[in-house]
């Protein structure tokens, strides 16, 4: 066998946009394995890094697998002969292959007895991997520039993939492959060769030409710069880290006079405008500080930051004189403008929408049984909510949308909390975020309102026809659906989805042509696989399967759904002996019922027991039905599931082992069915339909 090598495969572009870069790269990781299997590689690990200019995937420890050989079945033993002799299908097979008659052997097939041969297992080049994976690559927006055809992000400048020291061949789109990369395009803009697919001296070499390879060093370096101003924004720091190639701060200072404006109104003029850090103080105060973290040391940094500071003061005075201008009015006193701003098309005005929210908040608020003052905050929140889209300051900085009605309604001297929830009913702005973080950022209040607006607008896309299409969500619906289930798992709030649903298509009337049922049978699966990427689960995976099966007794009440799987999650880490048991009780009265010819009854008449195993488990099965319907009302979902393992495992097992379901006798037949149903219903009508687990042995 070969020694193993590292392959070092690198993809140099145009600036890639910073929020590209994260997806792409686990991107990258999830979809390189596969092609090097395809190939007839074996490996340790993938990994994959990016710059502004560059994609870098390392394998470690590649090696070609000895050659493999997989069974070619063809025509069948009737037809392979014609006159003793072999036929022109039989002949033709065997020249397919590369084979000759006597490395025939002859299979055993539910179509009869087949011609089978060995054959070696063909496997492709590796060029395939470097001209396959930068097309599986996913980003939101793509670009052609050539004559070939392939799309990308951005336009591909060079290329090189090195498997040891050995330079490989390939294309990517009419990019021909070398075996040089380029430094930092402004300070080290040369080729520069790579000798070997040596990671760590790749690192150095990048290094030594001002590009720092691998963004959570960048974000260290950033957070460096930001120790002494008392700034801890991720996000930003993550954007401005794929920004740069070779961070390097610089501090400016800003007149005071525009510390007048609101703190978080200054800071988000300055983070989003110009991707520059508010300063504070160690009592967390706004100072009239900024630091702009550039790409790369230059050599009139005062230069830079004059022009950085000439921007800044020309955003601030304008957003001064806007907000100056806003609060001439009250918010309260902006709402009727609402009805000037257009909603999804078909689907009214923001006025229309705001209306809509309040009776949603209210509703929301009484399902989930708020506290009434809670109640009252969220339904004044939900009519101010939207105000804010009127004003002059959100017109010129949309991003401060939200943040904008949090400062009018302080203005006004309303509540913190209505203030608050104003600005917070737009969370969670990024999926990524963990739930638990969002319950210290929001009120209950606020997370009322948010889900209102959220469904309020899938019920109105959906009810118009509006859905997302492949990678295509113009509406940002998915994102939507989304934040539905990390605020109910956040706060876990207990609402039943298909009335919300209802109410909301009750609101919207005649607007809508689409039922409400049918909306909500398209949003259950829509909203399975936001829970799915919530919980980060994979295909295949037990985790999965359990969230499968929860999901697909009961979906009704998300909060009900999280707390099912949470349960039967632990009983499988922690207690697996006992949840095996309970799913072959469900996996075996399943596949006995998937079986029936017919519908099965539901009615059981202990007249046609003829095995006294067949009475003892119905008499068992009745005795503990009130038992279990009284745990599953009360969600004790822990103690149902050992209970029903415990009490119905063996005799479960006995039945099957002595008595026959499926007898010639109807009247029979159909009451023991009847029986596997009702025990099945047990467990399956309140907790989870564990048939569909996989490998209940292991």
Not at 158 to 182: C, H, N, R
Not at 238 to 250: D, M, S
Not at 330 to 339: G, H
Request: net charge positive.
């Amino acid at each position: 066998m070969a020694k193993p090598e590292h392959l070092l495969f690198e993809i140099g572009t145009e600036e890639i946009p910073s929020d590209y870069v994260v997806s792409a790269c686990d991107n990258i990781r999830e979809k390189a394995p596969a092609l090097l299997e395809e190939c007839g590689y074996k490996f340790d690990s993938v990994e994959a890094y990016s710059t502004p200019r560059r994609f870098v995937i390392f394998v470690s420890n590649i090696v070609k697998k000895p050659s493999e050989t997989e069974e070619r079945v063809g025509i069948s033993k009737e037809l392979a002969y014609q006159d003793g002799k072999p036929s022109l299908q039989f002949s033709g097979f065997l020249k397919s292959v590369g084979k000759s008659e006597s490395d025939v052997h002859w299979k055993e097939t539910p179509k009869g007895l087949r011609a089978a041969v060995f054959v070696k297992k063909e496997v492709k080049p590796l060029r395939h991997f470097f001209e396959t994976l930068p097309r599986q690559i996913e980003f939101p927006k793509l670009m052609r520039w050539s004559s070939t055809g392939f799309t990308f992000t951005r336009p591909v400048r060079w290329t090189f993939a090195l498997l040891g020291k050995s330079v490989q061949s390939y294309m990517i789109g009419d990019v021909k492959s070398e075996s040089f990369t380029y430094g930092h395009r402004f300070l080290a803009n040369r080729k520069i060769k790579v000798a070997n697919a040596d990671l760590v001296k790749y690192e150095k070499l990048l290094k030594s030409n001002h590009v720092i390879l691998k963004m959570d060093d960048r974000i260290a370096m950033i957070q460096g710069f930001l120790k002494n101003a008392n700034n801890h924004d991720e996000t930003l720091t993550q954007t401005v880290a794929n920004l740069t190639e070779e961070p390097f701060a610089i501090e400016v200072t800003f007149q005071k006079d525009h510390l007048s404006l609101p703190p978080d109104v200054l800071a988000t003029c300055m983070r989003k405008n110009q991707k520059v850090f508010a300063c504070y103080d160690k009592q967390g105060k706004l100072i009239n500080k900024m630091v702009v973290v550039i790409n790369g040391r230059r050599r009139d940094p005062k230069k830079i930051a004059e022009n950085y500071l000439n921007v800044l003061e020309s955003r601030l005075v304008d957003a001064k004189f806007f907000y100056n201008e806003d609060t001439k009015t009250s918010l309260e006193d902006k709402v009727e403008k609402l009805s000037g701003l257009i909603f999804l098309g078909k689907l009214g005005s923001y006025l229309d929408k705001t209306k809509r929210l309040e009776t949603l908040a209210d509703f929301l608020a009484k399902q989930i049984k708020v506290q009434e003052i809670e109640r009252r905050f969220a339904i004044q929140a939900a009519t101010l909510c939207k105000a804010d889209l009127t004003t002059h300051l959100v017109y010129e900085f949309p991003e401060l949308q939200g943040v904008a009605g949090r400062e009018y309604a302080r203005h006004d001297h309303l509540h913190e909390e209505i203030a608050r929830a104003v600005a917070d009913h737009y969370l969670p702005r990024n999926l990524g975020e963990k739930h638990d973080s969002l319950k210290k950022q929001m009120s209950a209040s606020a997370a009322i309102v948010a889900i209102a607006d959220r469904i309020d607008l899938l019920v109105g896309a959906f009810g118009i026809g509006i859905e997302p299409s492949g990678s295509q969500d113009p509406y940002a619906l998915r994102r939507a659906a989304g934040g539905i289930v990390k605020l109910a798992r956040a706060f876990n709030l207990s609402f039943l989805l298909p009335e919300l649903v209802q109410k909301t298509a009750d609101l919207y009337g005649d607007v809508l042509k689409v039922k409400a049922q049918d909306i909500m049978k398209k949003l259950k699966p829509f909203i399975r696989e936001r829970i799915y990427f919530e919980f980060d689960l994979k295909p295949g995976t037990k985790s999965y399967e359990i969230m499968q099966a929860v999901y697909e007794v009961s979906s009704e009440n998300l909060a009900d759904v999280f707390e099912r799987f949470s349960v039967l999650k632990s009983f499988y880490e922690g207690r697996r002996d006992e949840f095996l048991k309970v799913c072959k009780i469900v996996e075996r009265t399943s596949n006995i019922l998937k079986g029936a010819k017919s519908h099965v009854d539901e009615r059981i008449d202990p007249s046609n027991f003829k095995e006294k195993l067949e009475n003892e488990l119905y008499e068992l099965a009745c005795v503990k039905e009130p038992e279990f319907k009284k745990m599953a009302l009360e969600k004790k979902y822990g103690p149902l599931t050992g209970e029903f393992g415990k009490v119905f495992y063996q005799p479960i097992h006995d039945f099957f082992d002595k008595v026959l379901v499926n007898v010639p006798d109807e009247k029979v037949r159909s009451n023991r069915l009847a029986l596997m149903k009702k025990v099945n219903r047990l467990y399956t009508d309140s907790v989870a339909d564990l048939s569909l687990i996989s490998g209940l042995n292991t």
